[in-house]
T-cell receptor, first 113, second 114 residues
């Protein structure tokens, strides 16, 4: 059974800092990994989708990497801003089973002005 | 291009009642997936529909059901509501087959069961 873990559960940083969010998964046989952000009481916003054959994806100040063999992904946020404050979730789709997103519990990020 | 829309946004029901939630996907998207989000369990997959057929189902009791119409709009129904069904219900749409493609989520329906 696929399990996704995100550490830390919460993170508080000053504005302007570069930061890394971590995601690990137990079964390396995945189709893809997707990073989302969720603002309080809202739905999820897709940030980056990495296919299993890819090593990284970039969008603006965000860069996500994927190391399937070790079961890890990182989301790098450059020059953080208060507007980046949200909960960040990663999710994977595992091969060979029910095709569904399995989510981690998320990292709650607070960027202080 | 309009995003995924969900109605209603908020709902209050009492135990034993039933409820129907609606999801309209992004225009052109044929896959709709449903998720339940609670503080304790996080996000859990309910089911996915593609071209009016249920492709996958999560580990939820039979009280949870869904369907998809020919215009790709989807509904989910929960019968005999329990207190534990209180949650944020999210739907997501994608152009291709379910989670194999990028998922776009709606704002959710907040269900409170009293």
């Amino acid at each position: 059974k696929q399990e996704v873990t995100q550490i830390p559960a919460a993170l508080s940083v000053p504005e302007g800092e570069n930061l890394v969010l971590n995601c690990s998964f137990t079964d390396s046989a995945i189709y893809n990994l997707q990073w989302f952000r969720q603002d309080p009481g809202k739905g999820l916003t897709s940030l980056l989708l990495i296919q299993s054959s890819q090593r990284e994806q970039t969008s603006g100040r965000l860069n996500a990497s994927l190391d399937k063999s070790s079961g890890r992904s990182t989301l790098y946020i450059a020059a953080s801003q208060p507007g980046d404050s949200a909960t960040y979730l990663c999710a994977v789709v595992t091969q060979g089973g029910s095709e569904k997103l399995v989510f981690g519990k998320g990292t709650k990020l607070t960027v202080n002005p | 291009k309009a995003g995924v829309t969900q109605t209603p946004r908020y709902l209050i029901k009492t135990r034993g009642q039933q409820v129907t939630l609606s999801c309209s996907p992004i225009s052109g998207h044929r896959s709709v997936s449903w998720y339940q989000q609670t503080p304790g369990q996080g996000l859990q997959f309910l089911f996915e529909y593609f071209s009016e057929t249920q492709r996958n189902k999560g580990n939820f009791p039979g009280r949870f059901s869904g369907r998809q119409f020919s215009n790709s709009r989807s509904e989910m129904n929960v019968s005999t509501l329990e207190l534990g069904d209180s949650a944020l219900y999210l739907c997501a749409s994608s152009l291709g087959l379910g989670p194999l493609d990028e998922q776009f989520f709606g704002p959710g329906t907040r269900l409170t069961v009293l």
